[in-house]
């Protein structure tokens, strides 16, 4: 916890939003949630760096790949990506010094730090629900655009910054349906871009008791329509006690290739 701490006053990051949306923290608390549960996670990560490696083939060009929510790297095949692509462009609202300095050694790395949903600052400055599609990084010649298990996170700071500091100025059902709009606004984002895209989400998410008996089942986004699911597995997220003494929480993910030219 303290390390955590330490950490947190020594990251600079240069987006407002990274602090007063808790993007920061939830980062930090990303990696030392990941080196508790690395044996829960570990097929989950493998399952994400197979699919990507897999679907390299296709990129249009080789010129550069540009990766939504790269986050820590866990999910990324980060070496074969620089050895692919003359560019690989990181985007995350937040990029730890950590994971800069794991990837010093190649050389055509490039982090970009980007609110991607749009609307964090808006929503801080003018406190209004504002719909976006996104539009950053569309008129780039990219080879492909990888978006990897950020989706699920757009509308959760968002959330949770309205319930704090917006409190009783929106309706529930406003709220609700402003988030749907997040993600169905990030799928809208990532089909327009010119180039394939590999989309990885998590898409249900389960709680069972000590025993596996399902308490509640809950499908992420029933407001979606996705293309076709070219692989999907489990991710055991946070099994007995890491989120609740009594309960494990378990994800299904899936993976597709969007406006793919094959
Ligand atoms: C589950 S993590 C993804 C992990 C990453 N794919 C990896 O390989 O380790 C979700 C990521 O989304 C980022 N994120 C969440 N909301 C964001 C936003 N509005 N803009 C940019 N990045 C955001 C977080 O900082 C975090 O790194």
Redesign the pocket.
Known sequence: MIREILTYFSEKPSIAEAKSFG?LS??IS?IAREKRCKKAWLSHRTQCIEFITTHLSEAVNFESVLVL????????PIDVLSRTFKKVVLV???HLKSTRESVSHLTNIEFVE????EI?SSLKKEKALIEKVPVAFQNNDWGLVLS???MS??PL?LDSYIKKKLKNKFTEAQVQNFLEQVTANHLLYLYAFHCPVVLITDVETTYTDKIGTILQNDINYTHLAFPEVLSSWTWNVAPIPEFDKNMAMKMKVAAFVLNSKK
């Open positions: 993007h939830e980062s990303l929510g790269s986050g820590p790297l866990h999910e990324i995350d609202i937040v980007h609110e991607i949903s964090e990897i298990n950020i996170q757009l700071h």
